[in-house]
């Protein structure tokens, strides 16, 4: 064991996942691809919860802070996700927009998939696999109620990746065997879609009678210009439609975002200050694009607005 780190980070960077459209070759750990919220947990005097852009989060998941304080360590950080599960224990994202929304959080479930530090010491340089043997045998230590570790899947990719969208999951995560944590994209870490979705600005809505007849949708370019990706139509229930229109009215504005507005001829639009971000599940985005067949999955409250560009596939790894 090395000698414990003498500067014990207040802050990390998580370690961030690249798209690809199908699985590399090489030595890869697979997980299941969690439908959640990104989330760094650090255990030292108290328990502290961190999302992905650094916002603490610790008061919004106070059964959780509670949890993890029970493991039998100081001067730890963990990686993992928050989600909500379904009756039949399949991750929600959905229900996990409406807990965060209602400030109701007490069955949401940590999957903690890393271990960065325990006890002080640095482990981000050694290999992943150690590194996650270490954190199943730290959370075995005592008996949590809603803290998990997220297995290692074990079967070829293609495999895992089927039986994944057959159990209507999100996708797989990959892990290349022996990769550092190194707080980056790097290509060591990959993830596997089951369906194209992604995160999207709002822009504005249509108006149907005295509510919501559809979102407008952009993302930033390479320039990090805003531009328009498209409406949305479909996937709002009644609550949904409330909690969103409740979100959208104290950010309307006169003016649209966008430096170059669509014509949109025969409809109403309220335009909004672009500060919100939802989660859209599309079939395609055109040569022009534009998301085709986009159904709406919730509000994501973890990332900023600013940071929202279209996700690219790549084999660079």
């Known amino acids: 064991m090395r000698r ?4 014990f980070p207040q802050r990390l960077r998580p370690h961030l996942v690249s798209l690809v459209t199908r699985p590399p070759t090489g030595d890869w750990l697979y997980e299941t691809k969690f439908d959640g919220y990104r989330m760094l947990a650090r255990l030292d005097s108290g328990t502290m919860l961190v999302t992905r852009n650094g916002h603490d989060w610790t008061a919004r998941l106070p059964r959780l802070a509670i949890d993890l304080a029970r493991l039998p360590v100081r001067g730890a950080w963990l990686d993992g996700e928050v989600v909500a599960l379904d009756e039949s224990g399949q991750p929600a994202f959905q229900a996990l927009q409406s807990a965060f929304s209602r400030g109701v959080t007490d069955d949401l479930v940590y999957f903690a998939f890393d271990l960065l530090y325990v006890d002080r010491v640095d482990l981000r340089g050694r290999p992943v696999e150690q590194r996650r043997e270490l954190l199943r045998v730290l959370l075995e230590q005592v008996d949590l109620d809603c803290v998990r570790f997220s297995p290692t899947l074990h079967a070829d990719p293609a495999s895992l990746l089927a039986s994944a969208c057959r159990l209507g999951l999100e996708g797989l995560i990959g892990k290349r065997q022996g990769s550092a944590y190194r707080g980056e994209r790097d290509g060591q870490w990959i993830k596997l879609k089951c369906q ?3 995160e999207f600005v709002v822009l504005g809505y249509t108006r149907a009678g005295a509510g919501l007849g559809s979102l407008l949708i952009g993302l930033h370019d390479d320039a990090g210009q805003l531009v328009y990706a498209g409406r949305v139509r479909s996937g709002f229930s009644g609550q949904q439609l409330d909690e969103l229109l409740m979100r959208l ?3 309307q504005r006169d003016r649209s975002p966008l430096e170059a507005p669509p014509p949109l ?5 309220v335009w909004v200050e672009p500060k919100l971000v939802a989660e859209i599940k599309f079939m395609e985005i055109t040569p022009s694009g534009k998301v085709r067949h986009a159904v709406y999955l919730g509000l994501r409250e973890d990332k900023p607005a600013a940071g929202i560009s279209l996700e690219s596939d790549t084999d660079q790894l």
Do not use: E, H, I, M
């Not at 414990?4 to 500067?7: F, I, K, T, Y």
């Open 196 to 198: 194209n979705r992604q």
């Open 265 to 269: 001829k025969g409809v109403r639009v």
């Open 4 to 7: 414990p780190a003498l500067d």
């Open 249 to 251: 009215r104290p950010l």
